[in-house]
Structure formats: C-alpha cells, structure tokens
C-alpha cells in the first residue's frame, strides 16, 4: 500500500477531500516548463492567478482537505508542487494521487502516466482507510464514470475557476456535501 502523505490522525476530521488539478483550473493551460526547468505561462497572466479565488470558496468549509491530482507532482514532486500554491491552499494539503513509489517497479511502464485523472482519483480513494466523501476540479474529463460525474466540477482548459458558473457549481457541490455529511451550514 503506497503512503498517504499527510493524512490527520482522525479521518473523521475530513468532511470532503477536493481533488485539485493546476493547469486549467488555477491558472489557464498553457504552463510549460523550459529546459532549465523554469516553469512558465505561456498566455497573458501569471501561475496560480485563480488561486485566491479557490481560497475564497473554500474558507468556510474548515474541514475540506485537498489531494493533489496534477501532473506538477509527477514531474516536480510532491512538496516541490505542493509549495506553488499559496499558504492557505497549502496548508489544506494531504496528499497527491501520484507518489515517487508508484514509479518504481521491474517494468519499464509506469501505469499511472497511462491512467486517466478518474483511474488517479479512484484509485486514491481505494488507499484510504475508510471512504470520504469528495468532489475533484480539472479540465479533463476523460474517463470520468457516468455515476461519477456529479463529483467533476469540469473548468474551460483557459478559464479554469475564474469562469463564475464553475465557481457556483463547486460552492453548490461544497454545500450539498456538507448538508449530507452533517455540517451546520
């Protein structure tokens, strides 16, 4: 069983896991990264640019913890990744789909890279110790499962959640979660 990285001593303390892309969602997609490994926007704006957005949507929702479900981790690792995003967001993280153990194997395929974001997703929630309600934000819905896709907020590759109709359809699903899962609100 691979490690969740950062998980809390009491699951029970997670009321929804957000599963976060960046590219497409935080800022738009068009990141790439240069042969000396800066990592650039190719588009008017900066990295991240949507990123206080998330936070403001986010705040009254104390319970809500994030999981990494982007390539940055893959490419750069997980704590590397993890501090592009502001403190607030950061602080908020528990793991990432991908871990640096997923890659060692006698075979020359990493599955993972072969995987769609749902299989990621999927198969992230399987490692935990008991089920947790969840919600994921990406541009990419490839693979997503019928039965699933209410749990998709699906952002424009080059809006991401600065799109309003993708900030109301994530604070709809943030609320409906919480009503379901006993929250106050």
Not at 32 to 57: D, S
Not at 159 to 178: D, I, M, N, P, W
Request: glycine residues 6%.
């Amino acid at each position: 069983m691979l490690p969740i990285e950062a998980l809390p001593d009491q699951v029970s303390e997670i009321n929804v896991i957000l599963f976060l892309d960046y590219d497409g969602v935080l800022h738009p997609d068009a990141v790439y990264r240069r042969l000396n490994g800066q990592i650039e926007l190719r588009v008017p704006g900066e990295l991240f640019m949507w990123a206080p957005l998330l936070e403001k949507i986010i705040e009254e929702y104390p319970e809500l913890r994030i999981v990494l479900s982007t390539s940055w981790v893959r490419v750069l690792g997980f704590r590397r990744a993890r501090g592009y995003l502001p403190a607030k967001l950061a602080a908020r993280v528990i793991g990432a789909t991908w871990h640096s153990a997923m890659g060692r194997s006698s075979l020359d395929i990493i599955e993972w890279d072969h995987q769609t974001r749902f299989q990621q997703v999927s198969a992230y929630l399987r490692r935990l110790p008991t089920p947790i309600p969840w919600l994921a934000i990406d541009d990419d819905s490839a693979g997503w499962q019928s039965e699933q896709a209410d749990a998709l907020i699906q952002t424009d590759p080059m809006l991401g959640v600065s799109c309003r109709h993708v900030q109301k359809a994530l604070e709809y699903q943030l609320e409906f979660t919480s009503r379901i899962c006993g929250g106050d609100r």
